[in-house]
């Protein structure tokens, strides 16, 4: 016989995490490892600890359950104020992944506000980096390229590393060419080095070669065939490089591709499903 927690627990697993304008339903994946079993044990020792509610937030979010970290963010913010820009950070960038852009644009713009210099850092490079990349994302995908160039110019004034650098300076190449600004996207471009020592973010720093002419579509489809992250990813720079360059038909080609996969959280992804909204 099913008990009523464990056909709560059902029903909340068959309940989508996101449901597209198109009718799209995309859930979370199941924890096997147990993460968030784990996480909320430790926090239950201490329920108002914040480095467990952030661990909590993570571990939800780890297994695609967006909505939960939205709601353990939520409870970071009640618990420990100084703490804020943080937990706004965390949450704004949750609500980008559960397409609720408004709200990641009023967390995040929040969190820009405030004086990081009253709160720990939560990573070497600060928390700083971090707000501004989402907020620009959020502006990004709403459509305001111009707002999203000028947050992607301030998480570059915070980068820490030529992983940072990428990642910011390709959303900033690609605000401002949607933005109408040729002349200030080639001035990013040149400030990127074929000997810059990338770890972890060679699919930014390939559509930026791209981008450059130092790269071809055929190098960037055979980094997009390496997994479903890289499809969306590395397509969707590829995508936006026809955009500007006028070529609709083959971007739009391109987003369909990234949003026929699996991997819906990537930014990449949730860029490709609102371009097709504005340009279907």
């Given at each position: 016989m099913i008990t009523a927690?464990?056909a709560?627990?059902l029903?909340a697993a068959?309940?989508p995490?996101?449901v597209?304008p198109?009718?799209?339903r995309?859930?979370?994946?199941?924890?096997?490892?147990?993460v968030?079993a784990?996480?909320e044990?430790t926090l239950a020792?201490?329920?108002r600890d914040?480095?467990s509610?952030?661990?909590l937030?993570?571990a939800?979010?780890s297994?695609?359950?967006?909505?939960d970290?939205?709601?353990?963010?939520t409870?970071?913010?009640?618990?420990?104020p100084?703490g804020t820009?943080?937990?706004?950070?965390?949450r704004?960038?949750r609500y980008?992944?559960?397409?609720?852009?408004?709200?990641?644009?009023?967390d995040?713009?929040?969190?820009?506000?405030?004086d990081?210099?009253?709160?720990?850092?939560?990573?070497?490079?600060?928390?700083?980096?971090?707000?501004?990349?989402h907020l620009g994302l959020?502006?990004?995908?709403t459509?305001?390229?111009?707002r999203?160039a000028?947050?992607?110019?301030?998480t570059?004034?915070s980068?820490?590393s030529?992983?940072?650098t990428?990642?910011?300076?390709?959303?900033l190449?690609?605000?401002?060419r949607?933005?109408?600004?040729?002349?200030?996207?080639a001035r990013?471009?040149a400030s990127i080095?074929?000997t810059m020592?990338?770890?972890?973010?060679v699919p930014?720093?390939?559509r930026l070669?791209?981008y450059?002419g130092?790269?071809?579509?055929a190098?960037?489809?055979a980094?997009?065939?390496?997994?479903d992250?890289?499809?969306?990813?590395v397509g969707?720079g590829?995508a936006?490089?026809?955009?500007v360059?006028?070529?609709t038909?083959a971007?739009r080609?391109?987003?369909?591709?990234?949003?026929?996969g699996t991997?819906?959280?990537?930014?990449?992804?949730?860029a490709a499903?609102?371009?097709?909204q504005?340009?279907?």
């Amino acid at each position: 016989m099913i008990t009523a927690a464990v056909a709560c627990l059902l029903v909340a697993a068959q309940t989508p995490e996101v449901v597209t304008p198109a009718g799209r339903r995309f859930f979370a994946r199941a924890d096997t490892a147990g993460v968030v079993a784990r996480a909320e044990s430790t926090l239950a020792r201490a329920p108002r600890d914040v480095d467990s509610l952030l661990a909590l937030g993570r571990a939800q979010a780890s297994v695609w359950r967006y909505r939960d970290a939205v709601a353990t963010y939520t409870r970071a913010l009640d618990a420990e104020p100084l703490g804020t820009a943080i937990f706004l950070r965390h949450r704004g960038h949750r609500y980008i992944s559960l397409r609720r852009f408004p709200e990641a644009i009023a967390d995040l713009e929040r969190a820009a506000a405030w004086d990081t210099s009253k709160y720990h850092c939560e990573s070497v490079r600060g928390p700083s980096f971090d707000v501004w990349y989402h907020l620009g994302l959020a502006y990004y995908l709403t459509g305001d390229f111009t707002r999203a160039a000028a947050a992607y110019r301030r998480t570059l004034v915070s980068a820490r590393s030529p992983d940072d650098t990428v990642a910011a300076s390709d959303w900033l190449w690609m605000s401002l060419r949607r933005a109408g600004d040729e002349v200030a996207a080639a001035r990013v471009l040149a400030s990127i080095a074929d000997t810059m020592r990338v770890q972890e973010n060679v699919p930014y720093y390939r559509r930026l070669q791209l981008y450059a002419g130092r790269r071809t579509e055929a190098d960037l489809r055979a980094l997009m065939a390496t997994g479903d992250l890289e499809r969306a990813t590395v397509g969707y720079g590829l995508a936006t490089w026809h955009l500007v360059q006028g070529d609709t038909a083959a971007a739009r080609a391109l987003w369909r591709e990234i949003v026929a996969g699996t991997y819906w959280p990537a930014f990449g992804f949730i860029a490709a499903e609102t371009d097709l909204q504005r340009m279907p």
